[in-house]
Structure formats: C-alpha cells, structure tokens
C-alpha cells in the first residue's frame, strides 16, 4: 500500500499477464521475458483506457 502524501507523483509499472504465462515466468521473472510477452497493439489500447479513466477522476 503506498498513500502518496509526501510525494507530488510517482509512476508505477503495470504487466498483466495471461493464464499462458509459465509459473517460472511470473512474478519478478516477467520482466526478464518482456520481449517475449509483449503485444504492443493491446498495451496501447489499454493505455488509452487507463489514461480516460484517470483523466475522469
């Protein structure tokens, strides 16, 4: 859990993954088979849902 009070903003990294995805793939190992994982298309269409609902707030 992170309040934020005493910083202005901070970023956060957010890497959904599939049922797909190999148990020793998960967790902090995600980020070492990025390049594997991703699908560009769909992270921008997600992007622009987080960006309306944040900008919504």
Do not use: I, Q
């Amino acid at each position: 859990m992170y309040a934020g009070e005493n910083t202005l903003h901070f970023h956060v990294m957010l890497m959904a993954r599939g049922a797909d995805v190999p148990e020793e793939w998960r967790g902090g190992s995600l980020l070492a088979h990025h390049a594997d994982l991703v699908d560009a298309d769909e992270a921008d269409r997600v992007l622009v849902t987080v960006r309306e609902t944040f900008a919504a707030l």
